[in-house]
C-alpha cells in the first residue's frame, strides 16, 4: 500500500524538517492550481513521470511555467532514448499517485529505488517549493534545501540539472 499524506509528514518531521500545507479543491493542471490554489509564495512544480525503451523511469520536477523538451530531455537525463509518459499504472505502483497529483513527494514510495529524480536547476533556484503531498487536494511548501534532504533520505540521488527551457 503506498503511503498515506500523514504518513508522509511523519517522515518528514522525522527528518526534522517543517513544511505547511495549504488545502484547496482537488488540482489536476497547472491552470487548476494557479486558480485555486490562492496565494502561496515559492516555486510552484510541474512533474513529468517518464520512461525510456528500457523501462527506466524518470520523475522529472520543473517550475509550472517551464517548458521542456521532451524529445531531447533523454539527453540530459541519462534516457535510453527518447522517453515517454509512463503509464498511469506504473505511476500507482512506484510512486503511489494517480495522474494529476505526481509529486516529488511520491518518491517516498519507491522504496525499490526504480524512478531516477531530476529536479530543475531554476525550480531549485527559489527559497521554498510547492507540492502536492501525495494527493491534489492540497499543496506542500518545503524548504528547497529540506526538498533535497527528503529526496536524498527516500534514497534517490537528488540529481539537479537544468532541464526547462527557460
Given at each position: 500500500?503506498?503511503?498515506?499524506?500523514?504518513?508522509?509528514?511523519?517522515f518528514l518531521?522525522?527528518?526534522?524538517?517543517?513544511?505547511?500545507?495549504?488545502?484547496?479543491?482537488?488540482?489536476?493542471?497547472?491552470?487548476?492550481?494557479?486558480?485555486l490554489r490562492?496565494?502561496?509564495?515559492?516555486?510552484?512544480?510541474?512533474?513529468?513521470?517518464?520512461?525510456?525503451?528500457?523501462?527506466?523511469?524518470?520523475?522529472?520536477?520543473?517550475?509550472?511555467?517551464?517548458?521542456?523538451?521532451?524529445?531531447?530531455?533523454?539527453?540530459?537525463?541519462?534516457?535510453?532514448?527518447?522517453?515517454?509518459?509512463?503509464?498511469?499504472?506504473?505511476?500507482?505502483?512506484?510512486?503511489?499517485?494517480?495522474?494529476?497529483?505526481?509529486?516529488?513527494?511520491?518518491?517516498?514510495?519507491?522504496?525499490?529505488?526504480?524512478?531516477?529524480?531530476?529536479?530543475?536547476?531554476?525550480?531549485?533556484?527559489?527559497?521554498?517549493?510547492?507540492?502536492?503531498?501525495?494527493?491534489?487536494?492540497?499543496?506542500?511548501?518545503?524548504?528547497?534545501?529540506?526538498?533535497?534532504?527528503?529526496?536524498?533520505?527516500?534514497?534517490?540521488?537528488?540529481?539537479?540539472?537544468?532541464?526547462?527551457?527557460?
Open positions: 500500500m503506498p503511503k498515506t499524506e500523514a504518513e508522509l509528514y511523519a518531521a522525522d527528518l526534522g524538517i517543517s513544511v505547511s500545507t495549504v488545502r484547496h479543491p482537488p488540482l489536476f493542471t497547472v491552470a487548476d492550481s494557479q486558480a490562492g496565494e502561496i509564495p515559492g516555486g510552484h512544480t510541474k512533474n513529468l513521470f517518464l520512461k525510456d525503451k528500457k523501462d527506466n523511469f524518470f520523475l522529472v520536477t520543473v517550475g509550472e511555467e517551464a517548458e521542456v523538451d521532451l524529445k531531447q530531455i533523454h539527453h540530459l537525463i541519462g534516457a535510453a532514448g527518447r522517453v515517454s509518459f509512463g503509464k498511469p499504472e506504473m505511476l500507482m505502483e512506484l510512486l503511489g499517485v494517480v495522474p494529476g497529483a505526481v509529486t516529488v513527494f511520491g518518491l517516498i514510495n519507491d522504496t525499490a529505488g526504480r524512478v531516477k529524480v531530476v529536479l530543475d536547476q531554476e525550480l531549485m533556484s527559489h527559497d521554498v517549493i510547492n507540492g502536492h503531498p501525495l494527493t491534489n487536494e492540497a499543496t506542500t511548501t518545503i524548504a528547497a534545501a529540506d526538498l533535497v534532504r527528503f529526496v536524498e533520505a527516500t534514497g534517490h540521488d537528488a540529481v539537479i540539472l537544468k532541464v526547462s527551457l527557460s
